[in-house]
């Protein structure tokens, strides 16, 4: 085509992109306005108490014979007085509920449930601490796009995830339901959250509102224990711990929940500076803001809230819209605003924004429209859920070691033994907050491995011992199952209930007995490969100075046993790569790889300097490590320029090649130092990376670009800014192991 045919063409195709964007976006203020009106038309008919109720949630109970409301709930559902609830879900017992608030009370308006669907709904996917180490944001999105159709099918519309707190500190239970240690890394797996959980429009009934959590810095719990206070600068907060709340409202997210701990002195739920100045005034989220159970009289506990009418007077003048189950708005709200200490306008502005949310999930047009009974058959636990689920798996595991390549095992093995209390196991499989996951659905290691193999293997099972305790009656069975076999696995680990929420370990040791477990069959001299599950990094020097391969499998939930067998035995060549640090032992936590500098860093020769004499001083595992079956070599790293204004943009290039023998993925890492700054800067910061796949022999140049957002940080008056100045750019398979070269910016 001439180029003279070819111009008119692109001019028509851009004119039509720009009026079909302006078109779209005029529809999207136009449904805007009509749900505005539509809710100030609401506002003008309700009395204080119903507008109270709108702000109130209160949960369910689940009991053996199924789910309960309490009688005194369901007489303030009646009466207009609960706007949402949580922990109900199936399509009757939702109906129910939902009829009670339509049909029974003045104005109909309808309920909104939520629940915790934190790594999937029926079908469970990997914490999100595993799912994170497969460095893939996009199965993240995937995992709870299915999470997000299966808790609809079920009669819900909210979700309390994507939690995002960066946590340094394993001891911390609640590092399993967030990405790690590094902002930038969580950041994009907040992001691909929200959007899978939100899809393209929360008018379809496929789609939930996600709630990011928990605002602000409740991974930084001092001495990594739950619910405990958190102490940082405003500095610390903006650089590490705000990045993947910003990046999930960047999403869309339509709500935020309120965190536990106090920050500078203020606890979150009564804090203006979180909530007015960081996330109305300066990031202008439009959403609503919902407590943690029970966040606004625990102000009392704290010492912040002189009693009940205190502390809900301090919640809402913090902007905070919604109160889970304490019950202190609905009873102390109307008796503030007709004292005058609380302002209708500031109820009105609450509501408001509560209301618009139902509007936009389309409740008001149909209160029953999440409520089909045809499609939660259909959607709980289907096949392709199943698939998908097991793909996850298999991205999130991290091969950790491979001496002499045991891995991948060959599925000719004629013996083979499967040893250790969680190998048969299918309940632990499921993990802290496992939604509405029944252990029956899960396939255990064992069995993954049976369908594998067929009948061509005998396969010598033993349990060994207890998650916990002491007893080694078990542990001659399984010896002598590992000395009848050509290789034993031994899959060993935490119980789901040592992770998660109020779940903070002061050890990080593999529990009970279970080390001894381990090293008992390691002495029978058959190859050994040490299955780990788990909710943190664990402390297994032990495992990794005597076993000669080792899993990271975390809790991969429902398709745990098929996922490990694809590993275990090559069909999926494992890819993943940590997330967070994983420490030699308990003492050198809390222990991340973008620490700052001292003026006496480490040398081994100097007494004098930052560091343990007691233990090695590297950590065992390192942020962004992990193994494959093949090798890849690393070379020819490039820098478009080795000096820059701050607003050019720099490209990154090097050359990685498969050396090994099979096709394998390799998650290609970007790390950048501000050598000198006006104030200190970390020794590394990720600020790239990107999932390659190689066939063996392959090279592929890989590229990144980055610009001023990627050099930029706070300054000492918390403006951001990129100062001229020295840089050093790192590109390699983990935070340790990298090629450098240097970049000056100039002004």
Known sequence: MSQKKYYPLLVTALLALFFTQCTNRSKRSSRGQVIDQKVDSLLSKMTLEEKVGQMTLFTSGMTTTGPTMRDDYKKLINQGKVGAVFNAFGTDYVRKLQKMAVENTRLGIPLLFGFDVIHGFRTVFPIPLGEAASWNPSIAEQSSRVAAREATAAGLQWTYAPMVDIARDPR????????????YLGSKFAAARVRGFQGDRLSDSTTVVACVKHFAAYGA???????????????????????PYKAALDAGVGSVMTSFNEYN????????????????????????????????????????????EDAAYKAIQANVDMDMQSGLYLSELPKLVKEGK??????NKSVRRILKMKYRLGLFADPYRYIDADREKQEILSEQNKEIARKAGRESIVLLKNKNSVLP??????????????????RELLGPWSGAGRGE??????????????????????????MTGSSQSGFNKAIQAARQSDAAIVVLGEKASMSGEASSRATLDLPGNQQDLLKAVQKTGTPVIFVMMNGRPLTITWADAHVPAILETWFLGTETGNAIADVVFGDYNPAGKLPVTFPRTVGQVPYF???????????????????????QNSPLYPFGYGLSYTTFDYSNLTLST?????????????DVQNTGDRTGKEVVQLYTRDMTGSVTRPVEELHGFQRITLNAGDKKSVSFNLTKEDFSFYNKDLNKVVEPGKFKIFVGTNSQKTMQDSLEIVD
């Open 172 to 183: 911390w239970g609640r590092i399993a339901e967030g990405a790690g240690e590094d902002p």
């Open 221 to 243: 719990a001092i001495g990594g224990r739950d619910y405990n206070t958190v102490n940082m600068s405003k500095r610390l907060l903006w650089q590490v711990y705000l990045p």
């Open 265 to 308: 002195g203020v606890p979150a739920t009564g804090n203006k500076y979180l909530f007015d100045t960081i996330l109305r005034d300066k990031w202008n989220f439009k959403g609503f803001v919902v407590t943690d159970y029970t966040a606004i009289p625990e102000m009392i506990t704290h010492g912040y809230a002189a009693g009940k």
């Open 342 to 347: 609380v302002k209708e306008s500031q109820i």
């Open 409 to 426: 095992l060959s599925k000719d093995i004629k013996d083979l033994a499967v040893i250790g209390p969680l190998a048969d196991n299918k």
């Open 441 to 466: 659905d899960n396939v255990t290691v064992l069995q993954g491995i049976k369908d594998k193999l067929g009948n061509g293997t005998r396969i010598h099972y033993a349990q060994g011992t207890e």
């Open 593 to 615: 790889y973008n620490h700052k500098n001292t003026g006496r860093p480490k040398d081994p020769d100097n007494k004098f300097t930052s560091k343990y004499i007691d233990v």
């Open 642 to 654: 080795d000096s820059m204004s701050v607003d050019d943009t720099l490209k990154v290039s090097v």
